[in-house]
Every structure is written in structure tokens, then in C-alpha cells.
């Protein structure tokens, strides 16, 4: 088949697959849904690949994306809790590292791959970011989204147990909302110059790291304003997504199939132990059951969001609190957690 035939049919199967998961409410539909029809692809002899400059672009974008959704508001709910965020994050980066051990040292999947796999944060980003540092990113891109699924699905199941959301609706879509000139401009602008930041530094995922880095320092410095119509996020999902899925082969893609059980359960266990979590520090400091466990789950920023927003005695400055205090920890700390994990599963 033809390249232009082949970026068609892609293109075509990535709607139809991403459609799909939106109608399930299901989260990173657009995302999800280009890589699972770029493995489809991939493993049936696709010969076309995303360039390098779209997929720098595409991460920049999310580079962006990352930093204006960190807050200013946050600061003062951690300075208040700062023992209590930094003693979940700990333990929750700890687990999380144990399981991709075990899962390193029984041979199920690599050392750093397993780990960056485990890692607690925003799935993206830990994909992106495990490229540089030499896993797999294949297979950390099917342990992240997995859980991703598994955490927003259990944790919209365990708010209504306490409040009924059955009348709260997901805002619809506005794919191509009015463009505000200065604040998408200030968007290019953060992405081109972050980007090249990121490149003069030798960053590990450059276009990234850079962006993020950037970004977070003129919106929360400078109170900068970025806007990312949906448009362009679904354009940037679906590079990072086709970049991802076009490189899995079927001996991959046999490999990660072998894996899924231990996969599930190291997930089901990462779940339960923040479930403990939650419990444990609702029950000695008196904090809503509902807010600790939205606050301790395991990844899925945007689904706890909107979960947090749909029950009324939910604290959502604390969950988004202690959720991006996470995020931003375990990109400091998760390239060296990954090399000491993988260093002693080699010994």
C-alpha cells in the first residue's frame, strides 16, 4: 500500500477507534485510540512513520498542556500539609518501585521499563520521558494507559458510593473554541523556545522536559496564560500516540499479551495499597473519606479532576494538590529510581 493510503487508513482507524472510547467514557480516548490503530498498523507491516520534527512538536505541545495545568493555588495547600503530601508521595513512589522490581526481577519485563511503567504520575509524560532514559516505550506506553483505565474506572465506582452522580455530565467538547491571539501565541512561543531550551541543555526528552520546565516557570512567575484549543491537542495525541503504536511489532505486542495478567495485578495492587493509604490518613486526621482516596489515586489527573468536581463535600484544591505534588516528584526523582532499580536487579 501506498504511503499516502497507508497515513489515510491510519487516520480513518484512529477515529473510529478513538470515537469508540469516547462513546465508553473511556480517558485519553484520543490518545489511546491513535496508538491502538498504529499497532494495528504496526504489526501488520506499516511502513510509515510520524517525522522526528512532528513528534518534538507534539511533545512540546504536551510539555504545555503540563505546565498550565499546575496552579499557583496549590502552594498554599502544601505548604499547610507539606508532612502529609510528603510522606504519601514516599510511599506511594516506594510501592510503585517495588512492584516494578519484582516485575523486573521476575523477568516479566525489563528493569527500567517495569519501573517507568509503575510510576505514578501523569501517563504521558512518564511515557515520553521513558524513551530518554532507555526503557522500552512501547511497553511503558501499555502498563501507563492501562492503569489509567483501571485507576479513572475504580475511582469513578468509589465516588458513587458516595454521592450519586448520575446527574453530572462530562462537558461536551468545544473542538475549535474562539483563539485567543496573545495566549496562543504565547503557547507557540513557550513550545518553540522551551523546545530549543531543551536541546541546548541536552535534556533527556528535550522537547519535553524543556517546554515543561519553561512553561511552568513564566506561567507561575509571570502568570502567563497559555491556551490549547482541543484541535491541537488532538493533533499532538495522536503523533505521540501513532509514534508509539507504529513501532510495536507482533513479537511486542506477543510479549506484552504474555505479560497482562502480571500487568493487571500489579496494578490492582498499586490501587489497593493507595485505597490503604487513604484510609489510613482518613481515618487518624479526619480527612473525607471521598477527598483522601480521589487524592492518593494512582494516576488519572484529568478523570480525578472531574470526579473531584462531581461530588460536592469533595476538597479538590487538596486533591490536586497532593496529585500534582506527586507528578512533579516523581519526575525529579523517577530517572534516578529507574537507574538504582534496574542497577540491582542487573546484580
Known amino acids: 500500500m501506498r504511503k499516502l493510503w497507508q497515513w489515510l487508513a491510519l487516520l480513518v482507524v484512529s477515529l473510529l477507534f478513538a470515537g469508540a472510547l469516547e462513546l465508553a467514557a473511556l480517558p485519553a480516548a484520543l490518545l489511546i485510540g491513535a496508538m491502538l490503530a498504529a499497532i494495528v498498523a504496526g504489526t501488520n507491516g506499516a511502513t510509515v512513520r510520524v517525522p522526528r520534527l512532528l513528534f518534538g512538536a507534539a511533545q512540546a505541545i504536551v510539555g504545555c498542556l503540563v505546565a498550565a495545568?499546575?496552579?499557583?493555588?496549590?502552594?498554599?495547600?502544601?505548604?499547610?500539609?507539606?508532612?502529609?503530601?510528603l510522606g504519601v508521595v514516599v510511599a506511594t513512589v516506594t510501592a510503585s518501585s517495588l512492584l516494578g522490581w519484582l516485575i523486573s526481577r521476575w523477568r516479566i519485563l525489563p528493569g527500567t521499563t517495569a519501573v517507568w511503567g509503575s510510576s505514578p504520575g501523569a501517563a504521558t509524560a512518564m511515557v515520553l520521558m521513558a524513551g530518554a532514559f532507555g526503557a522500552d516505550q512501547r511497553l511503558v506506553a501499555f502498563m501507563q494507559y492501562l492503569r489509567v483505565i483501571f485507576v479513572s474506572m475504580t475511582a469513578a465506582l468509589v465516588a458513587k458510593m458516595w454521592v450519586d452522580t448520575s446527574g453530572v455530565e462530562i462537558p461536551a467538547i468545544v473542538w475549535f473554541p474562539p483563539i485567543d491571539r496573545q495566549a496562543f501565541a504565547a503557547?507557540?512561543?513557550?513550545?518553540?523556545?522551551?523546545?530549543?531550551?531543551?536541546?541546548?541543555?541536552?535534556?533527556?526528552?528535550?522537547?519535553?522536559?524543556?517546554?515543561?520546565?519553561?512553561?511552568?516557570?513564566?506561567?507561575?512567575?509571570?502568570?502567563?496564560?497559555?491556551?490549547?484549543?482541543?484541535?491541537?491537542?488532538?493533533?499532538?495525541?495522536?503523533?505521540?500516540?501513532?509514534?508509539?503504536?507504529?513501532?510495536?511489532?507482533?513479537?511486542?505486542?506477543?510479549?506484552?499479551?504474555?505479560?497482562?495478567?502480571?500487568?493487571?495485578?500489579?496494578?490492582?495492587?498499586?490501587?489497593?495499597?493507595?485505597?490503604?493509604?487513604?484510609?489510613?490518613?482518613?481515618?487518624?486526621?479526619?480527612?473525607?473519606?471521598?477527598?483522601?482516596?480521589?487524592?492518593?489515586?494512582?494516576?488519572?489527573?484529568?478523570?480525578?479532576?472531574?470526579i473531584a468536581a462531581a461530588a460536592q463535600n469533595v476538597d479538590i484544591s487538596f486533591v490536586m494538590a497532593l496529585q500534582s505534588a506527586r507528578f512533579l516528584i516523581v519526575l525529579l526523582v523517577g530517572p534516578s529510581v529507574a537507574r538504582l532499580v534496574a542497577r540491582s536487579v542487573r546484580q
Not at 495545568?69 to 503530601?85: C, G, K, Q, T
Open 69 to 85: 495545568s499546575i496552579s499557583a493555588d496549590i502552594f498554599p495547600v502544601f505548604y499547610r500539609e507539606w508532612p502529609l503530601f
Open 187 to 306: 503557547t507557540i512561543g513557550i513550545a518553540l523556545v522551551g523546545g530549543l531550551a531543551g536541546k541546548l541543555c541536552r535534556l533527556p526528552s528535550p522537547f519535553f522536559l524543556g517546554t515543561f520546565i519553561f512553561g511552568t516557570i513564566v506561567h507561575l512567575g509571570f502568570g502567563l496564560e497559555m491556551q490549547l484549543p482541543q484541535w491541537l491537542l488532538a493533533v499532538s495525541y495522536a503523533m505521540v500516540g501513532w509514534s508509539i503504536g507504529l513501532n510495536f511489532t507482533r513479537a511486542i505486542l506477543r510479549h506484552a499479551t504474555r505479560a497482562l495478567p502480571q500487568i493487571i495485578a500489579s496494578i490492582v495492587a498499586l490501587i489497593a495499597f493507595c485505597g490503604g493509604l487513604a484510609f489510613t490518613i482518613s481515618h487518624l486526621l479526619g480527612i473525607d473519606p471521598l477527598t483522601a482516596y480521589l487524592a492518593t489515586s494512582p494516576g488519572g489527573m484529568d478523570s480525578i479532576a472531574i
